[in-house]
Every structure is written in structure tokens, then in C-alpha cells.
């Protein structure tokens, strides 16, 4: 039998052989787990598409992220709350979450492309599909409802021909409907691009609609 001082050379190499073998098979095991990640979330996010409503427009147009969306995420990228904020800014700059910026902020913030879309289907604030140019909120919350918000909303749904969360075929108009915007003393409320509307009658829909599309 060789001494321990012979077989100790032996034993290092091997060891070190070993841990190059298993950081090898790591490496492999994280590559191949990186893409069922990457093919997982992008089945995840279509099928979350295709849930939508058929009635919503087909947007073909690539959307890439603006240098402004950029520095933002930048700034954010290794803050607590990062991905909502993240979130939130790019809703604000395009009125929506579109697919590729949310590839691309899973890949800048290094997180799972089905924990993005988790996020933004749990919120109700969040899109992923760019709404029509004049976005009609109708409030649903106590006071309005009481006052008669329902009916409000059936109107804009008869006079547009789309329901709740879709856009009219031409692009130009989506109905929403939304909780309380803290202004009770004028219900029903409809909000029409920021701007409010307050006592709202059913007579008075087809007015509302005709402005903004005067606008246009």
C-alpha cells in the first residue's frame, strides 16, 4: 500500500477533475433549462394572447423600447419593486404592455418572461393590447352603479357595436369599465382620455361619442 503522501497528488487531480466535470454538467443542465425557460415563456405569453377577444384589431407594427423607457430601466434595473415600476412606465409610454418590450425587460431584469405576464394579467391597470385612440372609462364603483353606470356602459357598448375591454374596428375607441374615481358627487362618471364627465345620462353617450370623433 502507497503511502498517504504518495496518493495525495492523485486525489487533488482527481477532485479537480471531478468538480470540472460537474460544472460542465451544470453548465449543459443551465443552457438546456435557459431555453424550455425561454420556449415555456413564450408559449405562455401567446396562449395568454389568444385568449383575448377576437374583436380586438391585429397590431403588426414591431414596438422597440425608446431611449427614455431605456435609461429608466437602467435607473431601476437593481432597485426593490423594479418590475412593477419597469411596468408601469411602459404602459405610460405606450398605453399598453406590447410583447417585445416585456422579451426584452425579462431579459434586461432578469426574470422569467411568465412572471411579467403573471404581473400584468393580475393587475387590471395593465394591457397587452394597445387600446383605441380615445379610451372611454366608465366608472362601475358604488355611487355610479347606484346611479345608474350600467346602463351608461350598455349604451356605449350599443352605440360602438364592441363590449367591455375592446376596441371599436377602427381603431378609434375602447370601452372600459372601472372602480371608483373619486368623484361620487358627480356619478355617473365617464372619463374619455383624462378628461371627466360627470352626470352622465344615456342621452348623453352619442354626444360624447360624436366630440371625439370630431377630433380626430
Known amino acids: 500500500r502507497p503511502p498517504r503522501s504518495t496518493l495525495f497528488p492523485y486525489t487533488t487531480l482527481f477532485r479537480s477533475f471531478f468538480d470540472l466535470c460537474i460544472r460542465y454538467k451544470k453548465s449543459i443542465l443551465s443552457s438546456r433549462l435557459r431555453r424550455v425557460q425561454?420556449?415555456?415563456d413564450s408559449i405562455y405569453w401567446k396562449q395568454g394572447e389568444s385568449a383575448l377577444s377576437d374583436t380586438e384589431p391585429k397590431?403588426?407594427?414591431?414596438?422597440?423600447i425608446t431611449p427614455e423607457l431605456m435609461a429608466f430601466i437602467q435607473e431601476w434595473k437593481t432597485k426593490p419593486g423594479n418590475l412593477i415600476m419597469v411596468l408601469h412606465r411602459v404602459q405610460q409610454t405606450y398605453g399598453y404592455i406590447p410583447r417585445e418590450v416585456a422579451f426584452e425587460i425579462a431579459s434586461l431584469l432578469s426574470v422569467p418572461l411568465a412572471k411579467i405576464y403573471g404581473v400584468i394579467t393580475f393587475y387590471n391597470f395593465f394591457k397587452t393590447v394597445k387600446g383605441g385612440r380615445n379610451i372611454i372609462q366608465v366608472c362601475l364603483g358604488t355611487a355610479c352603479y347606484l346611479r345608474g353606470g350600467d346602463d351608461i356602459i350598455l349604451e356605449f357598448e350599443k352605440q360602438l357595436g364592441v363590449g367591455v375591454n375592446a376596441t371599436t374596428a377602427d381603431g378609434e375607441f375602447t370601452i372600459e369599465a372601472v372602480r371608483c374615481l373619486g368623484c361620487c358627487g358627480l356619478a355617473p362618471v365617464v372619463v374619455v382620455n383624462g378628461e371627466v364627465h360627470g352626470k352622465v345620462s344615456k342621452a348623453d353617450v352619442a354626444k360624447i361619442l360624436a366630440t371625439y370623433r370630431a377630433k380626430a
Open 38 to 40: 425561454e420556449s415555456i
Open 59 to 64: 397590431k403588426t407594427d414591431k414596438v422597440a
